[in-house]
């Protein structure tokens, strides 16, 4: 989930290279409505600034709707900013962009 479009795309195309499955989603309302119709998710790769619902607001609803799916934030911020800005909650783990394949994947494979 990322507002970037681009970005967005080259994460989708990068992950389907080591075959994952990706869904994609440009803001936080979308994501959740993803994840309603989707139930097999098992990770969300998630933006913090987003229009329409922020990566903030859909981190909090996803804690408390799906507690079991993965969360790793994709972020220009530090792993400190990203956790004063999630509060007491922590993600399953932060990527900082730029990122490669191999964060990507691997910040993905120790959340799940």
Known sequence: MDDDDALRALAALMLRSRGWKTFLACNGLEAL???ERSPHIDAV?????MPVMSGEEAFRVMRET???IAVVV???LSLEEVTAHL??????GVVQKPFSLDNLTGA???AL
Do not use: A, H, I, K
């Not at 509060?87 to 399953?92: A, E, I, L, M, Q």
């Open 108 to 110: 993905l494979l120790r």
């Open 45 to 49: 790769l998630l933006d913090l600034r």
């Open 74 to 76: 994709t972020s220009g």
């Open 87 to 92: 509060g007491n909650s922590r993600p399953d």
């Open 33 to 35: 409505q993803t994840l």
């Open 66 to 68: 799906w507690p079991d």
